[in-house]
Every structure is written in C-alpha cells, then in structure tokens.
C-alpha cells in the first residue's frame, strides 16, 4: 500500500484524535506539524516524538518543503476556509475538520478552491462514517420506505446544561467565540446531524428556511465564563422545504435543561427510519479503549448508534426491525476488513487520496457541507429576518465570517480570498 506523508496545521484538542487515527494507518506518516502557540507546539512535538526541524509555528514555510503529500488542517472554524484555501492554492490535497465553514459564502469559496485547483477535498463529517448512516442508505435505496415525505433532525446530544462552557475550561475556548466559531452548535454538531440527514435524502435541493436562534440557557457567572463570553447560539431550530415536496425539522443545541435527547427520524409512504443515539465524535475505529472523545476513547453506554425500521413485512404485519448498527459494524469490520473505510473518515480519506476510492465512490464531504452550509445559513438569515427565506436570497446574503488577517505572535498572516 501506498505511503502517504501528512503534515498537521494546528496542534489543539483534536489533532490529538487525528495523531491517534493516523496511528491506525500503517501507510500514513505525520512528517511535521505547525502551530502558532509555541509551547503548545513543543509539548505536541513532545508527546509524538517529532524533531525540532519538523514543527513550525509558521504553516506557510511548513509547506514549502518537498516531502509532503497532503495536508490534515486542524484549526478552528473561521479559519478552515483561509488556511484550507491556502493549502490547495499550495499544490496540496487537504483534509479539513468540520464545519466546512460557519457560512454558505465561506463554504462555496472552499468548494471552488477545490475545483479551481483540481486539489481533493475532505471534510471530517464523522456521523456519515457510522453503520446507521451506512444501512440507512441501503434501506432508502432499496425503496422500502417508498416516498419519502418528511424528515426530522432534533439533538441536544452528548451536551447537557452549558456544555459549551465545559469546552471552555476542558477544550477550546473558541466553541464560544463568535469571531473564532461564527456560530454554535448549528455549525459545531450541526454539520454532523444535518450532513447524515442530507446525505441520506439524496441531497435534495433546498426551496425555503424558517429558523429562529436562541441563547436561551442562563449562563455562568463564574470567573472563567467571564474572561471567554459566550457570543454564539445555544440553540437553532427551524423549519426546511425542498424543491420535490420534502419537509425538514431542525432542532440543534448545545445546552437545554433537559436531559440529553434526540429525535432523528425518516418518513415515508411504506416505511420509516429512525435512530438511537448516534456516534457524533468520530469513526468508531478511532474511539477504541476508554475515554473521552479527543482522547480516542469508547462512546458511554446508552451512545451506542441504534438504527430502527418500522414498516410492514411480506405477510402485511406491522413490525419494527432493529439493525444492531453497533453491533453489526463491528461484525462487518471484523469479516469484512474491506469495509473498514465505510466507518473511518481518516482511512476514507486515505483511501480516496490513493485511488481506491473514486470522485464518485466517496463520501462527496465538500458537497455534503456546502449543502448543509445552505441549511445552516438559513437558520441565520431567517433569524434575522424575521420570516422564512429562499434558498436564492441565502445564495445572494450570505457573507463571510472568515478570519483573512489573523493576529499571530508571528506577525498577521495575509490569507488570499481569491480562487
Ligand atoms: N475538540 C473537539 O472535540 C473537536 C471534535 C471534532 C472537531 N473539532 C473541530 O476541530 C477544529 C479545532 O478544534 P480544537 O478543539 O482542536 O481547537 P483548539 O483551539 O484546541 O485547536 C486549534 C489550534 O489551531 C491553532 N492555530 C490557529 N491558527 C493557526 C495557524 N494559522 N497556523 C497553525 N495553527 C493555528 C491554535 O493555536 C490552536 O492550538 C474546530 O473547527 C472544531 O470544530 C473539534
């Protein structure tokens, strides 16, 4: 199998999880890394034993070296789109974590980038790369839901009460940060419930949005809660049409006070999908051992992703059919190794990067996120409107929220917006 030599942009929280994936894909070396925060940088290089040669606090001489094939950008939201953009401006295939980017403007300028370069683009949308998501396409292609009329996104999983705040002390301030995230949870596990669902309905093309953003859950007054003011959204909810007759509810929080839910369903005229708790963090390869998720750990027990079928059977009976996602991917992965890339987004990537996986085999992450993009501004527009909107008049209002000159201790770094 084909080495593939990978550079890090951003050594935080996350790029500890993807260190630990690469880990798993003996074809992949991590052959430097860069990193703004100098100590952070050090402790990183530390922790993976890398050389002093190989960590940069400037990306941009990073990828002037000869010995990288592509690029992991693990730096945060607003910068996805300037930083990734720079990447394949670069000559390098790039790999970006989620969301795509806080808004539609961001998202199309990234997904052009990419055609424009003729780079391959990955986002990190780790739901599609589930037994649910892999089974719910089975079923919906095999037609046993007949027409499918509705579809229902409603989450304030895997985060109680300020859940956000727990990033802040445990994470990443930046979850909380407008100027850093653009927004919140509708972007942060949005782009994971929204993604799954739009990926599973085929894509359909969006006709209208009514949303309504909400900081609703009283925060903190706590010392730590001050120094990082919470500027993003707790909650979105909305309403979406699609132009063949679908209808969409969304529901997406970081912090409720209520216990944990989810409610993800699929309706059809013969049959319906819905879901069990889901695996939001990540491929359940990269989630072996305990722990948390930016440890690599297991999901908690009632996370397990559940995936039911209730229609009729070939008698008339009405029956509910359970599919052991959980249960059933780790068969898969076990007898049928080949089916490893189906539930590893890192692997996936690798995969398509070196041709086993085609433009037309892979998950189609960047179409994937600028539909959601689409989504997700129309929750924001609508909000601010007042009324529902049209997808064209999110097309034409949308403006982005990337950082192009980012203050850095190293100077301001000049990101080109252009294609
Ligand atoms: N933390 C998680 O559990 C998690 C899970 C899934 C996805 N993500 C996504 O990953 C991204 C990063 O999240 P995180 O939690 O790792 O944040 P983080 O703040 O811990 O890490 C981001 C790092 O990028 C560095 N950085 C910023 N600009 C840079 C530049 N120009 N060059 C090099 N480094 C730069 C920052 O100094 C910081 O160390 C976010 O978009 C987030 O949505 C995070």
Redesign the pocket.
Known sequence: MQELRVAI?????????HMKVWGNIPQVKVVAA????EP??KAWGERYHFNEKDL????REMLKRDDIDAVDV????N??TP?SMYVMKAGYPCYS???MSASYFDSKLLYDCAKATGQKLAI?I?SLYSAQTYIAKQVLNAGKLGNVYHARMATASHRRRNAVDR?ALF?????RDAY??GHGQI??LGIYHFGQMLYLLGLPELDSVLGKLHQGVEMPNEEWAKSHPMTVEDMGVGFATFKNGLSLELQEASAVNKDDHMDHHILGSKGGLYWGMTDD??GDWSMGGGG???GGGGLPGPLQPQLYYRGQDEFGYDVTIDYHAYENQQDLKTYKPEMMQWFDNQLHWYNYLTGKLTDETRYNTPLIGLNVSLLTDGLVLSAEMGRAVTADEIKVNSKSLAIWK?E?PWGV?DYDASL
Do not use: W
């Not at 994470?171 to 979850?175: G, I, L, Q, V, W």
């Open positions: 942009i951003g050594t935080g929280t996350i790029s500890n999880r860069a990193e703004i925060n952070k940088l940069y606090t400037d990306f693990c730096v945060h939201n910068l996805h930083v974590e989620k969301p990190q780790s990033a994470s990443s301030p930046d979850f850093m995230a972007v942060d963090f990540g948390g998720p930016m980012q850095t770094f």
